[in-house]
């Protein structure tokens, strides 16, 4: 099969590897119809995260089960699954407490950028649609394996609830879909900073009220004037650095809350104010299979289109490409086509 590799910073390929096969009764062969490039990947991609030459990368992927081990009951050849990034069992004590990324027999989904993909706990990860779902839905399906179901944690881990106003730290696909999450749950107002017009134009399609391109002092001072100089009841960070960090604290309100789904780098907390103003955190790796059945329904009920992320679709060939447009801030998220 063809799947992406990396073997230096910005050095992308494309190679043949051996087809993925069974060898445990937990795991699963996923023929893949959709994978996609997440922000996280850039952190490796720019030589900020170690990489090991030749390892293969992607982590996102929608497809139709090729294969099932003897210990997966709920799932057979021909369904169409949504795999989450974080694989779990389910069942173990952390994922019955709702920390499925934490799950003591949890793993890590790779080979999303190819053409076929080895599931570990796929009884426990997977979940399927009903049916092959129409084309036109696969990207809001794929948005499910990570970017929907993270900044959806982003949204519960900052108590976001009705009438609140939020601040998302963070235009790329997890703070857009932050955005989405915020507006479902009944924020009343919902602050995208943002410094990108295509950006903007999702994150008001998805429901946001205001738009703050400002940074540092004077993004804090147009938080100020929106929320009438108190401050955000919930503020989401969904980049990873200090700055954000720092932006998302200077912007809540003494007792707030700050979501973070970032993953970080560098990133000192602000333990001073956080102790001065009542402000928590809360936040980290997304439980995605806590939120999957809930997610899976608003996407093909219609109620939500995270898919709108996506704003380039490229053959799997093209896949450096892919990083480079990302990089380049040329595109948002690209989907990949196999």
Not at 55 to 75: A, D, L, Q, R, Y
Not at 245 to 266: K, L, W
Not at 288 to 316: I, W
């Amino acid at each position: 099969m063809r799947v992406t590799t990396i073997h230096a910073a910005r050095d992308i390929r494309l190679e043949d590897r051996p087809d993925p096969v069974i060898s445990a009764p937990t795991d699963a062969v996923i023929k893949i119809t959709a994978g996609c490039i997440c922000g996280s990947d850039l952190w490796p991609y720019r030589g900020e995260n170690p990489i090991t030459a030749g390892s293969t990368i992607g982590h996102e992927m929608v497809g139709v089960i090729e294969e099932v081990g003897s210990g997966v009951s709920s799932f057979k050849a021909g369904d169409f699954v949504v795999v989450p990034f974080c694989t779990c069992d389910n069942t173990c004590p952390h994922c019955v407490n709702g920390a499925q990324s934490a799950c003591e027999n949890s793993g890590f989904t790779t080979g999303g950028q190819g053409e076929f993909g080895l599931v570990q706990q796929a009884e426990g990860s997977l979940i399927k649609t009903d049916g092959l779902p129409d084309a036109a839905l696969i990207p809001s399906l794929l948005t499910l394996a990570d970017v929907f179901p993270t900044g959806w944690h982003c949204a519960v881990s900052a108590r976001v609830k009705p009438g609140d106003t939020v601040v998302v730290v963070g235009d790329g696909a997890v703070g857009l879909c932050g955005v989405l999450a915020a507006v479902q749950m009944g924020a009343e107002k919902v602050v995208a900073m943002s410094r990108h017009e295509p950006r903007q134009q999702i994150a008001t399609a998805f429901g946001a009220t205001h738009i703050v391109a400002e940074r540092g002092a004077e993004g804090v001072k147009r938080i100020k004037e929106i929320t009438g100089g108190v401050g955000a009841d919930a503020v989401l960070e969904c980049v990873g650095t200090d700055d954000s960090m720092r932006m998302a604290f200077s912007a809540a309100r003494p007792g707030a809350m700050v979501g973070f789904v970032g993953v970080p780098h560098g990133v000192k907390l602000p333990v001073d104010r956080m102790f001065a103003k009542n402000v928590g955190l809360a936040g980290g790796v997304a439980p995605v299979r806590r939120y999957l059945p809930e997610l899976l329904e608003m996407v093909t009920s219609g109620t939500v289109n995270p898919g709108l992320v996506f704003d380039s679709v490229l053959p799997l060939s093209e896949v450096a490409e892919g990083y480079r447009a990302m990089d380049e801030r040329r595109s948002i998220k690209v989907l990949l086509q196999p």
